[in-house]
């Protein structure tokens, strides 16, 4: 059964910090490259980090400084490190595998809280 989960996401202070995980199981991870989304309130999903294959990484702008995504082939995780987190990051985090040809694949999204 494919199953990707993400944890770690929580209430914080603006300024703080957060790492948020991905666990997957039933998919080959090291063939899959991995992705962060975001979804605020009111908008649409919205790409934030993506590590391919390569371990090549790419930032939305937004982003480029403060977020940092990780791959652990062997745990078949992914990670993403956030610092110093805005009202404006608040919203409900997805991790993604995508695998050239088929579906992408989501998990069900852990909801993070950036307080004022």
């Known amino acids: 059964q494919v199953r990707l989960v993400e944890s770690g996401g929580g209430l914080v202070q603006a300024g703080g910090s957060l790492r948020l995980a991905c666990a997957t199981s039933?998919?080959?991870?090291?063939?899959?490259?991995m992705a962060w989304y975001r979804q605020a309130p009111g908008k649409q999903r919205e790409m934030l980090a993506s590590?391919?294959?390569?371990?090549?990484?790419n930032y939305a702008d937004f982003v480029k400084g403060r977020f940092f995504i990780s791959r652990d082939n062997v745990k078949k995780t992914v990670s993403l490190e956030m610092n110093s987190l805005q009202p404006e990051d608040t919203g409900v985090y997805y991790c993604?595998?995508?695998?050239?040809?088929?579906?992408?694949?989501w998990g069900q999204g852990t909801q993070v809280t950036v307080s004022s």
């Open positions: 039933g998919i080959t991870f090291p063939i899959y490259d």
């Open positions: 993604a595998a995508h695998y050239s040809g088929h579906s992408d694949l």
């Open positions: 590590i391919t294959v390569a371990r090549i990484t």
